[in-house]
């Protein structure tokens, strides 16, 4: 039996059923800690979902940012230094992962508080989180509000990419089954990933 | 051993390498074929792979379109009727879902050419996919100008949902393993998903 919800039933709907669903809507994302330094260098890390690519040349990725209602940290640290880190979570660290999106006070740094160590290059004055094994430092590059909920999308352009050599094939290409990178639903439910097939470049 | 590549040693890099290590970087992502409909009727589907949430109230979801420097009729026909339609792609449907990415011209329906089968519903003029379990209806809500490089981004208020009973459960998580939902890495690496574990909502 397939369920039809016209706007009307969702506006309608329990408050929790309602944000489950929505949320899940958008199917499995990249779980990502984003890594900032405050301005009074504490190493902030926070877990997004909405990390997407944005092109290659140049090499731009973008992640949004919900309303700007209440102080957002990893936000206000961006602006401060204009660098962010994003960093991939896998089997071994997802569970401290979703441990960093619990609210603590801005002077508490989560890589304390959740068992994670920064790790920093010459690049970037963000930390990395040197447990994840694909790190990517960016440069702040341009923000959009979004007028019909107060998020902000921000744009990024990549200056600095970490992977282990063994995951990366001769094309370019990334192994997420070998990286043990996790996907998420909605706030929640982590899965694992199986490589099932690479389909060719499609024509007509 | 692990790579560090520098900003410069990226830009370097062999183009189609640089294309699919970049691609590759924001992980994994739900293939969502995008239908709509042209001014002249043609019922239009393409591949995007950078479909994100944006909040629940008002319930927003996003994508990213590229330049506009070539013909994007998924573009031209949002704007046409402001109405779009995210489907997602199963294990059953992901090689013809994939074959829509081929750059059919504009007189070209892809529900024919890829063997899909258009569906409507009386609150959207854009077609769903028929074959696709999961399938959300959205009204045109405000674009974005990626100044960095002329993507756009799309912004949709859900006006409809679609799904199957039993993938969603009493609290409104859906299930993708239930769903036999994909995932895809960059534009050719597809996946599997198994449920692993729902985490509590965190707190310090």
């Known amino acids: 039996m397939s ?20 949320n899940s809507l958008s199917g499995i994302k990249s779980p990502c800690l984003i890594g900032t330094k405050s301005h009074r260098g504490i190493n902030n890390l926070a877990l997004f979902n909405s990390v997407i690519h944005l092109g290659a040349a140049p ?7 919900r309303p700007l209602t209440v102080p957002r940290h990893t936000y206000h640290n961006i602006l401060a230094h204009r660098h962010f880190t994003i960093n991939h979570v896998t089997e071994e660290i997802y569970r401290k992962a ?9 002077q508490v740094s989560e ?21 994840s094994p694909l790190k990517i430092g960016l440069q702040l590059e341009e923000t959009h ?9 921000v744009v990024g352009r990549i200056i600095e990419v970490i992977y282990p050599d063994q995951v990366v094939d001769d094309n370019g290409h990334i ?12 706030l ?7 490589k099932k097939e690479r389909l060719p470049y499609a024509r007509p």
């Open 111 to 131: 890589f304390e508080a959740c068992e994670l160590t920064p790790h920093f290059s010459d690049q970037i004055i963000a930390p990395y989180v040197a447990e």
């Open 145 to 153: 509000a979004i007028q019909a909920n107060g998020n902000t999308f």
């Open 188 to 194: 929640e439910d982590y899965y694992t990933l199986e």
């Open 59 to 65: 090499p731009l990725m973008g992640f949004m940012l």
């Open 98 to 106: 979703h441990q960093t999106s619990a609210n603590y006070p801005e």
């Open 175 to 186: 192994d997420l089954s070998e990286l043990s990178a996790m996907g998420v639903c909605g």
């Open 3 to 22: 369920q039809v919800l016209p706007v009307d039933a969702i506006q309608g709907m329990d408050k929790f059923f309602k944000m489950h669903l929505i």
